[in-house]
């Protein structure tokens, strides 16, 4: 499934220094407000100007319904459940499994995705399926919530590719990472 793919696999993603990407209750607050200090927009409009299909998690495509505007309206959205009902929302796709939702952003021509959802980019790296990840940090240790990594049933390695240091102490580092031949 890793290697043939038609399309590249982007993560871009705000994270607490101690790895939070929300907190247990949702709560955004803390990373927000840090990048509106920060200023500009942290190179996502670059980022989502060169992405054909966001996959996201159940969790975070629910968490999304409370924004106003929809973050991805006028964009191919896959959201992988198991429970969600398929129709429900006719903005995205829902698909049932990944050999499901790789078929069906193969089928659609799809070239690179944007990959979204703690639970949902581990299943990706788990699968060999993510080759670049851009992790914005804010300076903010929450303690407690929704983690970004977690059990991988392996080693990721992965290149440095760039970091910059914005505003307010908001650090973006770019990694790729590396798949070793099959
Ligand atoms: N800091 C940031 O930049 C950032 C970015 C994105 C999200 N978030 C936050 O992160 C939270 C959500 O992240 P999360 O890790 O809890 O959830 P998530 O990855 O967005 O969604 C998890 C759900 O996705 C489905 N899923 C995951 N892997 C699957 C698979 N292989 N096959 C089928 N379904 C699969 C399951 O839904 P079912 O239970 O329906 O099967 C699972 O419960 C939200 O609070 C959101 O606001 C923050």
Same mark, same amino acid.
């Given at each position: 499934?890793?290697?043939?793919?038609?399309?590249?696999?982007?993560?871009?993603?705000?994270?607490?220094?101690?790895?939070?990407?929300?907190?247990? !209750? @949702?709560?955004?607050?803390? +990373?927000?407000? %840090? #990048?509106?200090?920060?200023?500009?927009?942290? $190179?996502? /409009?670059?980022?989502?100007?060169?992405?054909?299909?966001?996959?996201?998690?159940?969790?975070?495509?629910?968490?999304?319904?409370?924004?106003?505007?929809?973050?991805?309206?006028?964009?191919?959205?896959?959201?992988?459940?198991?429970?969600?009902?398929?129709?429900?929302?006719?903005?995205?796709?829902?698909?049932?499994?990944? !050999? @499901?939702?790789?078929?069906? +952003?193969?089928? %659609? #021509?799809?070239?690179?995705?944007?990959?979204? $959802?703690? /639970?949902?980019?581990?299943?990706?790296?788990?699968?060999?399926?993510?080759?670049?990840?851009?992790?914005?940090?804010?300076?903010?240790?929450?303690?407690?919530?929704?983690?970004?990594?977690?059990?991988?049933?392996?080693?990721?390695?992965?290149?440095?590719?760039?970091?910059?240091?914005?505003?307010?102490?908001?650090?973006?580092?770019?990694?790729?990472?590396?798949?070793?031949?099959?």
């Amino acid at each position: 499934m890793a290697s043939d793919r038609p399309f590249t696999c982007s993560v871009f993603i705000g994270t607490s220094l101690d790895g939070f990407i929300a907190r247990q !209750d @949702g709560d955004l607050g803390w +990373l927000t407000s %840090r #990048g509106e200090a920060a200023g500009g927009d942290l $190179g996502y /409009q670059e980022f989502i100007d060169g992405i054909d299909a966001v996959v996201t998690g159940r969790g975070t495509y629910e968490a999304g319904l409370s924004f106003d505007p929809w973050p991805h309206e006028g964009r191919y959205v896959a959201v992988l459940s198991s429970t969600l009902e398929p129709g429900a929302d006719p903005r995205v796709t829902v698909f049932r499994d990944l !050999d @499901g939702l790789v078929r069906g +952003l193969a089928e %659609r #021509g799809t070239k690179s995705v944007y990959v979204d $959802g703690g /639970q949902v980019i581990r299943a990706f790296l788990r699968a060999g399926m993510i080759d670049q990840v851009v992790i914005t940090t804010v300076p903010v240790l929450i303690g407690t919530g929704v983690p970004l990594f977690g059990e991988l049933g392996g080693d990721v390695p992965l290149t440095h590719v760039s970091t910059e240091v914005f505003g307010a102490g908001v650090v973006q580092s770019a990694y790729r990472v590396e798949h070793p031949p099959a």
